[in-house]
């Protein structure tokens, strides 16, 4: 079976617990008007011009981004970081994109992995219809679950799609006792508002203790550069990057409510 993947990232170490290699699935049902992945969105491998000088010249040269892999070759490039992860309680995650959106391929890579001894975890918006997320539960020790707005009408506007779907699946997930990080991307102007962090807190704790770890991570913005070679708008071009320090009295609100909270992946 093959896939197709964008990015192999190794020594990993904000992807979940230990040393990891993370595998970047190509394609995603979202797009994120912050996305820092970009180039992820597109299902399909896609040509690019990228610029280069030298000695004062400007060179273009073809990019081809995303790339077709058996999952055999996939799994032999996993096993190449075998010692690391588990020296340090590592293992793989699957992340894109949206893992889910490949869900066989993802199913098979997961059966390698799990046949081998190594810990998984699955970076996903969980935007899927929930029959697919269970095939995969049983071979995932833990989810990083990303919960961007409660709003469904912000939602929808941000990232193209309802919420509806990703609030019920945490909900169904939760209640199977998976193990899960809620991973919330602190985006300027829209998802930190007080508004957005007291009805995502309110949401959590519905879930009757099953989740109790947050994670709050800080925009970045480092993708202008893709967004350019893409030819793609980025609304947040101008947006400054957040400082950990600016993200303090939001983590203190998760904490006081009950949940272990920390800022970064």
């Given at each position: 079976m093959t896939g197709i993947i964008f990015d192999i990232k190794r020594f990993?170490?904000?992807d979940g617990p230990g040393i990891?290699?993370?595998?970047?699935?190509?394609?995603?049902?979202?797009?994120?008007?912050?996305?820092?992945?970009?180039?992820s969105i597109d299902p399909a491998p896609c040509n690019v011009s990228k610029e280069l000088i030298l000695n004062g010249r400007c060179f273009t040269k073809e990019e081809t981004i995303g790339y077709e892999i058996s999952s055999e070759k996939l799994f032999a490039e996993l096993a190449k970081e075998r010692i690391f992860m588990d020296e340090s309680g590592g293992g793989v995650t699957f992340s894109g994109g949206e893992p889910l959106l490949q869900?066989?391929?993802?199913?098979?890579?997961?059966?390698?992995?799990?046949?081998?001894?190594?810990?998984?975890?699955?970076?996903?918006?969980?935007?899927?219809?929930?029959?697919?997320?269970?095939?995969v539960q049983a071979l995932t020790d833990l989810f990083l679950i990303d919960l961007k707005?409660?709003?469904?009408?912000?939602?929808q506007f941000y990232t193209g799609v309802s919420n509806e779907r990703i609030l019920d699946n945490i909900?169904?997930?939760?209640?199977?006792?998976?193990?899960?990080?809620?991973?919330?991307?602190?985006?300027?102007?829209?998802?930190?508002?007080?508004?957005?962090?007291?009805?995502?807190?309110?949401?959590l704790k519905t879930l009757n203790d099953k989740i109790n770890e947050v994670h709050l991570l800080p925009f970045h913005n480092i993708a202008k550069g893709k967004y350019i070679r893409i030819g793609k708008e980025n609304p947040f071009s101008t947006s400054k990057s957040l400082q950990n320090e600016e993200l303090n009295e939001m983590k203190q609100q998760f904490v006081n409510a009950g949940f272990w909270t920390r800022i970064g992946g």
């Amino acid at each position: 079976m093959t896939g197709i993947i964008f990015d192999i990232k190794r020594f990993a170490v904000h992807d979940g617990p230990g040393i990891r290699t993370t595998v970047f699935l190509k394609g995603c049902p979202l797009h994120c008007s912050w996305c820092h992945n970009p180039e992820s969105i597109d299902p399909a491998p896609c040509n690019v011009s990228k610029e280069l000088i030298l000695n004062g010249r400007c060179f273009t040269k073809e990019e081809t981004i995303g790339y077709e892999i058996s999952s055999e070759k996939l799994f032999a490039e996993l096993a190449k970081e075998r010692i690391f992860m588990d020296e340090s309680g590592g293992g793989v995650t699957f992340s894109g994109g949206e893992p889910l959106l490949q869900h066989t391929f993802l199913l098979e890579m997961l059966m390698f992995c799990k046949q081998n001894g190594m810990h998984t975890t699955i970076d996903t918006s969980l935007f899927a219809p929930f029959e697919k997320i269970q095939t995969v539960q049983a071979l995932t020790d833990l989810f990083l679950i990303d919960l961007k707005l409660m709003d469904n009408a912000a939602h929808q506007f941000y990232t193209g799609v309802s919420n509806e779907r990703i609030l019920d699946n945490i909900r169904r997930l939760a209640a199977s006792n998976s193990a899960i990080i809620i991973r919330i991307p602190v985006i300027p102007t829209v998802t930190d508002s007080n508004d957005n962090i007291f009805q995502t807190i309110s949401f959590l704790k519905t879930l009757n203790d099953k989740i109790n770890e947050v994670h709050l991570l800080p925009f970045h913005n480092i993708a202008k550069g893709k967004y350019i070679r893409i030819g793609k708008e980025n609304p947040f071009s101008t947006s400054k990057s957040l400082q950990n320090e600016e993200l303090n009295e939001m983590k203190q609100q998760f904490v006081n409510a009950g949940f272990w909270t920390r800022i970064g992946g």
